[in-house]
């Protein structure tokens, strides 16, 4: 089973940057795309960006396109949001998640099949 770790959340001001990443470990196969989500208080979780591990293709947010990029590192098996521009309506837990098999379905919470436990970016205006 993957497990996955998120890291480098934290206070931001507006128009600051943050970077996170997700650490995956556990089975040896290759899942297929792996996702960003958040969840501010009060709200449902959404979907930010995602990318396939093979060709890095890449999918964003319309309210993130622009001012935030996914990458991977397929050696360390890790994945990084790179996110610039912050605004205060970035605050949220963000979390890191893996679809192990091809899906068309890139922004759909229950297309994945893996979490991590999430990390708390804040950013204040």
């Known amino acids: 089973q993957e497990q996955l770790v998120e890291s480098g959340g934290g206070l931001a001001q507006a128009g600051g940057s943050l970077r996170l990443s997700c650490a995956t470990s556990?089975?040896?196969?290759?899942?297929?795309?792996m996702g960003w989500f958040r969840q501010a208080p009060g709200k449902e979780r959404e979907f930010v960006a995602a990318i396939t591990w093979s060709g890095g293709n890449t999918y964003y947010a319309n309210s993130v396109k622009g001012r935030f990029t996914v990458s991977r590192d397929n050696a360390k098996k890790t994945v990084y949001l790179q996110m610039n521009s912050l605004k205060a309506e970035d605050t949220a837990v963000y979390y890191c998640?893996?679809?192990?098999?091809?899906?068309?379905?890139?922004?759909?919470?229950?297309?994945?099949?893996?979490w991590g436990q999430g990390t708390q970016v804040t950013v204040s205006s």
């Open positions: 556990g089975s040896t196969f290759r899942t297929y795309r």
């Open positions: 998640a893996a679809q192990r098999y091809y899906s068309a379905f890139y922004s759909r919470l229950n297309e994945y099949d893996y």
